[in-house]
């Protein structure tokens, strides 16, 4: 991951070289078959032309898109291909679930089903992308969990409640470890709660003094 600022990408580039006599001088070869450029320009200009990275005199590949730890990144911040990809693969288990119901299982049963392959298909990293994606993709994806609903004969939760659930398990996570990079971005929830308590306090005093003069 690299930097480009005022248009001058000598710093990335010049980056790129020491990391690849840092390779040679540790004994370690970067492949460069498997490594890809992806550039993200939020700037509203005519498209610019960067220039080619390459490394041990091979070109590395560019892309608009790359797949990191099961999310497909696109240069455009969008999250529409990584959602349509999630869908199609939920898709193909939906297949799977109406083959159990014929076999007249449970809805227990195919509930816990869907909830160990549908659901946590569409349930990957939704902390990272969920939020930032349009309504568009989400109905896409909401429109596989009703389909799950008429297959199993139960209500299923909605991915925004799921969603929800996530992040708020994901704050008190980081809450609780103040070695974590994001810990003290939550800093002043700690703050209101120390008022909410001041204030709690105050109430319950209040309410004490006026039992005595009752």
């Known amino acids: 991951m690299g930097l480009i600022s005022d248009k001058d990408e000598r710093a990335y580039l010049e980056e790129i070289i020491h990391l690849e006599n840092w390779c040679q001088e540790n004994n370690l ?22 220039q080619p990275v390459r490394i041990s005199g091979t070109t590395v590949e560019r892309v608009d898109s790359f797949r990191y730890l099961g999310v ?4 455009d911040l969008s999250w529409s291909r990584h959602t349509n ?40 990293n939704i902390t990272v992308w969920f939020g930032n994606s349009t309504k568009q993709d989400r109905q896409a994806l909401q429109r ?22 996530r992040c708020q398990t994901k704050a ?24 909410t308590s001041a204030v709690r306090e105050v109430s319950d005093w209040m309410r004490e003094r006026l ?3 009752d």
Request: glycine letters at 0%.
């Open 172 to 195: 008190r996570r980081i809450v609780k470890d103040p070695t974590h990079p994001n810990n003290r971005l939550f800093s002043l929830l700690r703050v209101l709660k120390d008022c």
């Open 29 to 50: 070869l970067l492949n460069v078959n498997k490594t890809k450029e992806l550039i993200v320009d939020c700037s509203k200009k005519q498209e610019r032309h960067y």
């Open 72 to 75: 497909h990144i696109s240069q």
């Open 144 to 165: 596989v969990v009703r389909s799950a609903e008429r297959i199993t004969h139960t209500e299923l939760p909605d991915l925004q409640t799921i969603y929800y659930k």
């Open 211 to 213: 039992h005595a003069v």
């Open 85 to 124: 990809s999630l869908a199609k693969k939920a898709r193909q288990h939906l297949y799977h679930l109406r083959r159990l119901r014929d076999f007249r299982l449970p809805s227990k049963v195919l509930r816990n089903v869907y909830t160990c392959t549908i659901e946590s298909i569409l349930m990957g």
